[in-house]
Each structure stands twice: as structure tokens, then as C-alpha cells.
């Protein structure tokens, strides 16, 4: 059974006077059930109108995709994914993931975490065979898209009709009508049938909900594969349905780990109590520490460089679950320790209105690197010399921890045994949870985002569309 990852909450707690109270707890084990609740509500299909939107699929969404799996072994979910993966993998070099928010910030999150940083700079065989990846139509930047255009044309130019000149394109969109992703799509559709006209249906592979203008392309575009996100599975909720599993299959991701990290994180979360339940815990933390100290900054400090974009991811889970009703915590990714030396003093010693929460990712995947003795020693590091990198970072933990402590700046820790899917999927999972949880407990609906619809619509309405 591999290890889950924990949470230490204890230095945050010695700035609570009362440490969580038990009407807190009470308050959490009535979340809990509300949020379990949900999911026999939504399967009922009779979701009454107080509730809605009521998209508590997520919940079990893992443990019924592993399920499927084994009941249903060549014709599941899972392995029809790997199989599309496969195929994009082989026929194409360049792989363009276009989404926005919910739609492409997950993958994003396990990419950035789980591949090299300079992936796309890996000769295909360093890379196993899997593709260059680029993510677009989450903005309207006519100079970045036409760079990336400009890039996939030459390498179509020089490497015509093979893998490495050709570009598959992964298009997500829950809705099917975003405009950002729809007019990306336009745009780098034409370069895949211009370029690669032959296996045209092969290369464009659409995920989006059951109906929408996306759908209703794909029902005439003849394309081999087209992926649902089932109703019930909100856009910020969707990282383990083929919005994320698709694109991480492609890349050589191990889908089926994801889906037992996040099933194992559910698990926990149903039966562990509260004392121990990383996600009650969680949610208790945050909200204790916003109601009595003020704390409605919540900071993920994320070390090293890889799990900013799963910060950035979680920065988007929140604020468009809870900041509703002139209510929500605000939260804040950082980088550290690049970060300290930006952010560092203001979080040290600025307003006393942050919970600051690291996010560690256990012993890096290769053996760490060490500081090298040098026979210049002006910069006196030769009293460092065989120092691994790994010391000298977990020294700036420390460092930073102690510092804050010594303020009376509430930290707390989410430890990672290490960096990989099934602990991606663990974490995608508590954090989706906890948010639930948090908003049931705040009488918040976590699901939906009606405020984004404004600028929707009057930047429509500017279009005269
Ligand atoms: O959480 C959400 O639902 C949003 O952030 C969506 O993911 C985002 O707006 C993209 O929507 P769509 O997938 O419909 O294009």
C-alpha cells in the first residue's frame, strides 16, 4: 500500500488560543457526511433547486474508473485513454493541449511536477517516445499563438508526414462554447489539416461535455476519438476524468496510479477521523485560523521548482469555489526560496492576515547534487563543499519555519513521501475535498462559478456575438 502524504498543522495550532475547537469538529463531521451526501443526491438525479449547480461527481469518480478497469479490462475508460495516448504519442512529435482554467490547469500541475523541466528540449528518445508538449487557448495573445504556430509549421515544413513534423491537438472545453479555446482551435486546426492532411482524424482529439458547439464539431468532423467529461464533474473538478488522464497518458503518465492515489485519498477521507483525517484537518485549519486570527491569505509555499503549477492549479480550485458571497480566503502561490526574496518580507513581517501552508516534495527523484570544492574560495563555500543541495534547501525550510515561528506567523506543513502520479492524485484529491468540505461547512455552494458569466457575456456582447 503506498504511503499517503501527511499534514502538520502543529505550528499553525500553537498560534490558536483553544487549539480546534470540538464544535469545529462537530461542524467538520457534518461536512463530511453533507459532502458524501452529495454524491447519492447527484446519482439520484433529483439534485432539489437549493442545491444546484451539484457537481459531486468527482468523489468517487476515481474508484469507478478503477472499477471499470478491472470489470471491463480492453473496452474501460482507462485503457481505451492509454490507447488514444499511445497513438497520439506515436503519430505525432508535438502534442498542443488547448483548454483554460479547469480545462488545461491540471495538466499543467502533473507536467510541470512529473517531467523534466526541459522536456521540450529532449531528443524524442530521451523523451520515450512521447511528445513535445505546449498548452494554448488559455489566453488571447495573437504574439504567443502565432509563435507557437510559427514553430509547429517549420518542424511540419522540415519533417513532412512523420511523427516528428506533425502536431496532434488535445482540445478541452466542459462547455464547448469558451471562447479563448474555440478560437485557438480554429487556428491550430488549420495548421493540423494544412500540415498533416492525411491523418487529420487521428491527430485532433476533442474532450468536452455531452452537448455544446464542441460536441456538435466533433459529431461532424470524423475525428477517430472524442473523450466525455461526464455531467456532474465540474471544469475545476475534472483533472482525473480525460481532461487530465488524456493528455498525461500521451506523455507516458501513469493514469491508473493516478486514479489509486486520488481512490485512496477518498477512502481516507471517508473513513478516517477527524483527528487524523488530512482533509478534515485541512479545511479546519484554514477556516479556524481565518475566523479567529483574521487569516484570509492562505499562502502555499511550495519548495523546489515544480509544484508551482499545481499551486497555481489550487489558487483556481479555491478562489472560484469559496469567493462567492463577498466571502473566501484569498490564496496565494509561491515559489520558494525564490520567493523569499520577493515576497519573504512582506510575509515575514507584513499584515498579520496569512496562513502560510508549505507544500514539500520529499528527497528529489535523482540523487541530489552537491557543492563542488573550488580552489578559489572567495566565495568562502569550500566549508560547504559536498553539501547536497537537498541540506541546503532543508536548511531554508527550517530557516524560513523557525523565522515565522519566532513571529508568531502561523505555518503548517502538507508533506509529500515523494513526487509522483499516485501522490499527484492524493493531493489533487485532498485539496478538491477539503474544498467541499470547507464550503459546505461555510454554507458556500463549492460547485459552479456564476460570477465568471459577467465578463463572458459583455465580452460577447462586444463581439455582437
Ligand atoms: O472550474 C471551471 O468550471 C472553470 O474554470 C472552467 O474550467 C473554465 O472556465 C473552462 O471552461 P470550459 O471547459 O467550459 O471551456
Given at each position: 500500500m503506498p504511503e499517503l502524504l501527511s499534514y502538520h498543522p502543529e505550528a499553525a495550532l500553537r498560534e490558536l488560543p483553544g487549539g480546534l475547537s470540538e464544535d469545529l469538529a462537530c461542524a467538520l463531521e457534518t461536512a463530511r457526511q453533507e459532502t458524501l451526501d452529495d454524491v447519492e443526491v447527484w446519482q439520484s438525479g433529483q439534485v432539489p433547486q437549493d442545491r444546484q449547480p451539484l457537481d459531486a461527481g468527482f468523489i468517487q469518480w476515481p474508484e469507478e474508473l478503477l472499477a471499470d478497469l478491472q470489470l471491463n479490462g480492453n473496452a474501460s475508460l482507462v485503457t481505451r485513454l492509454n490507447s488514444c495516448g499511445q497513438r497520439l504519442r506515436e503519430q505525432a512529435d508535438s502534442l498542443v493541449v488547448l483548454g483554460i482554467g479547469g480545462s488545461y490547469m491540471g495538466m499543467r500541475a502533473m507536467f510541470e511536477s512529473l517531467r523534466s523541466p526541459f522536456w521540450n528540449e529532449l531528443s524524442r528518445e530521451e523523451r520515450t517516445g512521447c511528445p513535445r508538449l505546449y498548452f494554448e487557448g488559455w489566453n488571447v495573445d495573437s504574439d504567443n499563438q502565432r509563435a507557437l504556430l510559427q514553430l509547429?509549421?517549420?518542424?511540419?515544413?522540415?519533417?513532412?508526414?512523420?511523427?516528428?513534423?506533425?502536431?496532434?491537438?488535445?482540445?478541452?472545453?466542459?462547455?464547448?462554447?469558451?471562447?479563448?479555446?474555440?478560437?485557438?482551435?480554429?487556428?491550430?486546426?488549420?495548421?493540423?489539416?494544412?500540415?498533416?492532411?492525411?491523418?487529420?482524424?487521428?491527430?485532433?482529439?476533442?474532450?468536452?461535455?455531452?452537448?455544446?458547439?464542441?460536441?456538435?464539431?466533433?459529431?461532424?468532423?470524423?475525428?477517430?476519438?472524442?473523450?466525455?467529461?461526464?455531467?456532474?464533474?465540474?471544469?475545476?473538478?475534472?483533472?482525473?476524468?480525460?481532461?487530465?488522464?488524456?493528455?498525461?497518458?500521451?506523455?507516458?503518465?501513469?493514469?491508473?496510479?493516478?486514479?489509486?492515489?486520488?481512490?485512496?485519498?477518498t477512502e481516507h477521507f471517508r473513513t478516517a477521523p477527524f483527528e487524523s483525517n488530512v482533509v478534515l484537518q485541512y479545511a479546519a485549519v484554514g477556516h479556524a485560523l481565518e475566523q479567529e486570527l483574521g487569516a484570509s491569505t492562505r499562502v502555499l509555499s511550495t519548495w523546489g521548482s515544480r509544484l508551482e503549477?499545481?499551486?497555481?492549479?489550487?489558487?483556481?480550485?479555491?478562489?472560484?469555489?469559496?469567493?462567492?458571497?463577498?466571502?473566501?480566503?484569498?490564496?496565494?502561490?509561491?515559489?520558494?526560496?525564490?520567493?523569499?526574496?520577493?515576497?519573504?518580507?512582506?510575509?515575514?513581517?507584513g499584515r498579520r492576515d496569512k496562513l502560510i501552508t508549505n507544500l514539500l516534495p520529499g528527497a528529489p527523484r535523482f540523487e541530489s547534487l552537491r557543492v563542488p570544492q573550488h580552489e578559489h574560495d572567495q566565495d568562502q563555500l569550500n566549508r560547504l563543499a559536498g553539501t547536497s543541495l537537498q541540506t541546503i534547501l532543508q536548511a531554508a525550510i527550517d530557516g524560513t519555519n523557525q523565522a515565522y515561528a519566532d513571529d508568531h506567523r502561523p505555518?503548517?506543513?502538507?508533506?509529500?513521501?515523494?513526487?509522483?502520479?499516485?501522490?499527484?492524485?492524493?493531493?489533487?484529491?485532498?485539496?478538491?475535498?477539503?474544498?467541499?468540505?470547507?464550503?459546505?461547512?461555510v454554507g458556500t455552494n463549492p460547485y459552479g462559478q456564476p460570477g465568471v458569466e459577467a465578463y463572458k457575456k459583455n465580452m460577447q456582447a462586444n463581439l455582437g456575438m
Open positions: 509547429l509549421q517549420n518542424r511540419a515544413d522540415q519533417f513532412r508526414q512523420t511523427p516528428a513534423g506533425r502536431t496532434a491537438v488535445i482540445v478541452i472545453s466542459k462547455s464547448g462554447g469558451t471562447l479563448e479555446t474555440a478560437v485557438a482551435f480554429r487556428l491550430f486546426r488549420d495548421l493540423v489539416e494544412s500540415s498533416s492532411a492525411a491523418a487529420v482524424r487521428e491527430l485532433i482529439v476533442p474532450v468536452t461535455g455531452l452537448q455544446g458547439r464542441l460536441r456538435s464539431l466533433a459529431e461532424v468532423s470524423g475525428w477517430t476519438d472524442a473523450f466525455t467529461i461526464p455531467d456532474g464533474i465540474g471544469g475545476r473538478f475534472s483533472v482525473l476524468t480525460p481532461v487530465g488522464l488524456l493528455p498525461a497518458a500521451a506523455c507516458g503518465m501513469d493514469i491508473t496510479a493516478l486514479l489509486q492515489g486520488a481512490a485512496a485519498m503549477a499545481v499551486g497555481l492549479w489550487y489558487d483556481q480550485l479555491l478562489s472560484e469555489s469559496l469567493g462567492k458571497h463577498e466571502l473566501g480566503a484569498t490564496p496565494l502561490t509561491v515559489v520558494n526560496t525564490r520567493d523569499l526574496h520577493s515576497r519573504g518580507q512582506q510575509h515575514q513581517e505555518t503548517a506543513d502538507i508533506r509529500l513521501p515523494r513526487l509522483d502520479e499516485h501522490v499527484l492524485g492524493q493531493l489533487f484529491q485532498m485539496l478538491m475535498l477539503a474544498t467541499v468540505v470547507e464550503g459546505r461547512l
